[in-house]
């Protein structure tokens, strides 16, 4: 007497295919993990946030605007740059200039144009939206190590034409520099980097700086949240998938 054998058909799993489905999301998400964090502690280390509390930079920063500016040492501020600095005798406070004349420089204002000039060349200034260079006359010799900073906002900037009778002829020492503006944060409406002007190119030694790393870290901030989210993601929906 024989007994007959069964068999039951059940739906045929790959458990090689889900056991690297799992390990490769795992890795995405830590990946991400390395991103996302990293690019924060780097930013962390290399940029610091200030308020620019006066209308003193407009048209290219409004007032209570956050910035992020990138620590940068003195030796490194070129013409142009938009620097936050501190000096004792600007105030207590942080304060955001551009910088038109480095040391050695003699600057002047204004031209029969009107325009601003450097070692007697004229600048155009176009970030200044077709406001006036100044609108008082002047000439001085930016002392070694000093930088001679105005605002944008000529008519209202309180910068170095204040102080031409001080004993830095209206220029602090690059020491005081705290950090180079790179970047709006805030509002989110004008957020982005800062345009790096070109006004100063033609002058010995160059205009100003070059960017710096922040669109690096803002590609890694994002590439990482995607890696967590999607690698986070992939069992449910692989879960999802099945029961269907």
């Given at each position: 007497?024989?007994?007959?054998?069964?068999?039951?058909?059940?739906?045929?799993?790959?458990?090689?295919?889900?056991?690297?489905?799992?390990?490769?999301?795992?890795?995405?998400?830590?990946?991400?993990?390395?991103?996302?964090?990293?690019?924060?502690?780097?930013?962390?280390?290399?940029?610091?946030?200030?308020t620019v509390p006066t209308d003193s930079m407009r048209?290219?920063?409004?007032?209570?605007?956050?910035?992020?500016?990138?620590?940068?040492?003195?030796?490194?501020?070129?013409?142009?740059?938009?620097?936050?600095?501190?000096?004792?005798?600007?105030?207590?406070?942080?304060?955001?200039?551009?910088?038109?004349?480095?040391?050695?420089?003699?600057?002047a204002c204004c031209d029969t144009q009107g325009r601003?000039?450097?070692?007697?060349?004229?600048?155009?200034?176009?970030?200044?939206?077709?406001?006036?260079?100044?609108?008082?006359?002047?000439?001085?010799?930016?002392?070694?190590?000093?930088?001679?900073?105005?605002?944008?906002?000529?008519?209202?900037?309180?910068?170095?034409?204040?102080?031409?009778?001080?004993?830095?002829?209206?220029?602090?020492?690059?020491?005081?520099?705290?950090?180079?503006?790179?970047?709006?944060?805030?509002?989110?409406?004008?957020?982005?980097?800062?345009?790096?002007?070109?006004?100063?190119?033609?002058?010995?030694?160059?205009?100003?700086?070059?960017?710096?790393?922040?669109?690096?870290?803002?590609?890694?901030?994002?590439?990482?949240?995607?890696?967590?989210?999607?690698?986070?993601?992939?069992?449910?929906?692989?879960?999802?998938?099945?029961?269907?």
């Amino acid at each position: 007497m024989s007994v007959a054998s069964t068999s039951s058909t059940s739906t045929p799993t790959h458990p090689a295919r889900g056991r690297l489905g799992h390990r490769l999301s795992g890795a995405a998400v830590a990946l991400g993990c390395v991103l996302f964090l990293g690019g924060f502690v780097w930013a962390a280390l290399v940029y610091r946030p200030y308020t620019v509390p006066t209308d003193s930079m407009r048209p290219a920063i409004a007032p209570g605007a956050k910035v992020l500016a990138r620590k940068v040492s003195g030796s490194e501020v070129h013409r142009g740059d938009v620097v936050v600095f501190k000096d004792p005798l600007w105030g207590d406070l942080p304060e955001v200039k551009r910088v038109i004349g480095v040391g050695g420089d003699t600057v002047a204002c204004c031209d029969t144009q009107g325009r601003m000039t450097v070692d007697g060349k004229p600048v155009s200034e176009s970030y200044l939206g077709g406001g006036a260079a100044s609108v008082s006359r002047f000439s001085t010799t930016v002392p070694h190590g000093g930088l001679f900073l105005l605002g944008d906002n000529r008519p209202v900037s309180q910068d170095s034409r204040v102080h031409l009778d001080d004993a830095e002829h209206g220029s602090v020492p690059a020491s005081d520099v705290r950090g180079r503006v790179e970047a709006t944060a805030w509002p989110l409406g004008q957020a982005g980097l800062a345009s790096r002007t070109s006004a100063f190119d033609r002058l010995p030694g160059g205009g100003a700086a070059g960017g710096g790393p922040l669109p690096w870290l803002a590609a890694m901030v994002v590439a990482g949240a995607v890696l967590i989210l999607g690698g986070a993601a992939y069992e449910p929906a692989v879960k999802l998938l099945r029961r269907r």
